[in-house]
């Protein structure tokens, strides 16, 4: 993606450009599908709470991190440790890392795949509206017709295998063929385009009869449900921090790799932040007051936006033309967010193990799609592996802020974060003190109490 010519190391080419990519691979399924569901099913506002504070207080040291270890060692994830902690076992994390972007790429391909469904049916549907009876379906039939669609498409067995494929040809044309020019100057107008929709859904959302419900339930903390399995829940909000921001393993370090030198990584790690929280809580208001409006179950589980958004767009002048467009522009941000996941193990293959580019991705492609193939086939591969980065991101993002916080020389984490002097760091001590302290510790308090209230879920005789 981001080869220069005569074997240079490549990067973004200007600001814009860094931006573009990295809220790219941060906005993406993990804001407009998981995160309603995940706040769903958590009880709503106690939970959003406690997700924008680790966010704040633990995402942005994280992200920087990744940007210093990225950019000092101008390497993907392993070659960068091996770099710059050379002789020890830092190396190990890298390749967790890499580990871990195998499994999430999986599923995380197969749900973009979901979208590709959705756009292609949505044609069908604008185009037959008297044969599926639209027009004489109230808000429950509504609710009912999509669910079904959801549920046999899903239990199907072709079609989720063929959408997966395609996403991830799609993905793997664009990583081989270079990302400047295609999916940059996509990016610049259809992510702009893509939010107004979201706006015009918001509006839709918030004006349906009964939608005020879903407002109270998203913003106003409630810790009742929260006190059931306190422990789990911060665990998932954590979790979740980490996978909408695309930190803990490693992404972050490759694509902080391609920053040039006098960008500021504070500043663009802020701006990252906020634009994925914002999209984030922007989606849970599309969603939510949909959700009470035709009394679907905040709870639903993965589903949860597959079978609400449709009905919002029925409700809307022009039906489902708006849930074509929707779906292929979050086909797109999806795309976006995938190519980072690839870039991390093409990076690796082509940078460690000495592989052209294209035989990296093609070699990445080959060995995701088997995992993919098993997601689409089991709902039980598909569920462990869509819970696993609550468990893995953390555990990454942990060992990150240890390495930068006790391993790396303050004055070249400094020199790193001035961009050599160019800009004044007044919260140098600060970024100090949360990687060293904050961060770490509570990573692992949270993580340990975590797995443990996970483990006493599964096996209760243990409690
Ligand atoms: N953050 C992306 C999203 O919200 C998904 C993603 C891309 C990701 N790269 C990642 C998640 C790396 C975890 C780690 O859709």
Redesign the pocket.
């Given at each position: 993606m981001l080869q220069g010519g005569n074997g240079e190391r490549d990067s973004f080419s200007n600001k814009f450009g860094v931006l573009a990519a990295l809220a790219g691979?941060?906005?993406?399924?993990?804001?407009i599908w998981?995160f309603p569901y995940v706040v769903g099913q958590n009880g709503g506002g106690a939970f959003l709470l406690i997700y924008v504070i680790f966010v704040a207080a633990i995402g942005i040291p994280v992200m920087m991190s990744e940007f210093v270890i990225g950019r000092s060692a101008q390497l993907n994830p392993v070659g960068a440790f091996k770099k710059i902690a050379p002789g020890t076992k830092w190396h190990l994390v890298g390749m967790l890392g890499v580990v871990s972007?195998f499994i999430?790429f999986a599923f995380?391909t197969v749900v973009a795949g979901w979208t590709l469904e959705y756009v292609v049916q949505s044609i069908r549907w604008i185009l037959n509206p008297e044969k599926f009876g639209f027009a004489s379906m109230d808000n429950a039939a509504l609710t009912q017709f999509f669910s079904n669609h959801y549920e046999s498409f899903t239990s199907g067995l072709w079609r989720p295998i063929i959408w997966f494929v395609v996403m991830m040809l799609l993905t793997g044309y664009i990583v081989i063929s270079g990302v400047k020019n295609g999916i940059e100057k996509f990016s610049k107008i259809l992510m702009p385009v893509f939010l107004v929709l979201l706006l015009i859904l918001v509006l839709r959302s918030v004006t349906l009869e009964g939608g005020r419900q879903g407002l109270v339930f998203l913003f106003k903390p409630d810790f009742t449900h929260f006190k059931e399995a306190p422990f789990r829940i911060i665990l998932e909000a954590l979790g979740q921090a980490?996978?909408?921001?695309?930190?803990?393993?490693g992404?972050l370090i490759t694509y902080g790799s391609y920053i040039r030198k006098k960008e500021n990584l504070a500043g663009t790690a802020i701006s990252v932040v906020v634009a994925d929280t914002s999209v984030a809580i922007i989606a849970g208001l599309a969603i939510f007051p949909a959700v009470f409006a035709f009394g679907i179950d905040p709870g639903e589980g993965p589903e949860l936006v597959y079978k609400t958004l449709p009905v919002i767009f029925q409700n809307m002048p022009g039906g489902l033309i708006w849930a074509f467009m929707f779906f292929l522009l979050l086909c797109f941000a999806?795309i976006t967010?995938t190519i980072?996941?690839l870039e991390v193990i093409v990076a690796y293959f082509s940078e460690q193990l000495n592989m052209s580019r294209k035989k990296a991705t093609i070699l990445s492609m080959i060995s995701v799609g088997f995992l993919g193939i098993l997601c689409t086939a089991s709902s039980d591969v598909f569920g462990f592996f869509n819970a696993s980065?609550d468990l893995m991101?953390p555990l990454g993002g942990f060992f990150i802020v240890v390495f930068i916080g006790w391993f790396f020389a303050r004055d070249k984490s400094k020199k790193e974060l001035s961009s050599e002097g160019s800009y004044k760091i007044r919260y140098h001590s600060l970024f100090m003190f949360l990687v060293k302290f904050v961060a770490p510790l509570a990573i692992a308090f949270l993580f340990a109490l975590g797995v443990y209230s996970k483990v006493i879920t599964l096996f209760p005789g243990l409690g």
């Open positions: 691979s941060a906005i993406g399924l993990g804001n998981r972007v999430i995380y980490f996978f909408s921001l695309s930190i803990g393993m992404t999806a967010s980072s996941m980065p991101l």
